[in-house]
């Protein structure tokens, strides 16, 4: 069993930068493959970032491409998000996920654990 915990949420002006945390316990998260979602209020979860076990592969949603960065220690058993030029409308609960087998990346049933989440709120 995995159990995941993100960080680094908070609350910080359009244009500004947050860089989130994902740490597992209970099992190394370098042997898993790990996405971020997330779900702005009235809306459902949505894909935001993939990155493959050992870091080759990686995708982004179309609305974060160019402005977030997936990344991964696996010695430290933590997975990164850096979000920069944040927008009002990346204001969500950010989620960690992960898996042992993912064949659609943006398939949330896909990933076998979750984290709690962590709040992210752009203002304007």
């Known amino acids: 069993q995995v159990q995941l915990v993100e960080s680094g949420g908070g609350l910080v002006q359009a244009g500004g930068s947050l860089r989130l945390s994902c740490a597992a316990s209970?099992?190394?998260?370098?042997?898993?493959?790990t996405g971020w979602f997330r779900q702005a209020p009235g809306k459902e979860r949505e894909f935001v970032s993939f990155i493959s076990w050992k870091g080759g592969n990686i995708y982004y949603a179309d609305s974060v491409k160019g402005r977030f960065t997936i990344s991964r220690d696996n010695a430290r058993n933590t997975v990164y998000l850096q979000m920069s030029s944040l927008k009002p409308e990346d204001t969500a609960v950010y989620y960690c996920?992960?898996?042992?087998?993912?064949?659609?990346?943006?398939?949330?049933?896909?990933?076998?654990?979750w984290g709690q989440g962590t709040q992210v709120t752009v203002s304007s």
């Open positions: 209970g099992r190394t998260l370098g042997n898993l493959h």
């Open positions: 996920s992960a898996g042992n087998i993912i064949v659609d990346v943006h398939k949330e049933d896909e990933y076998d654990y």
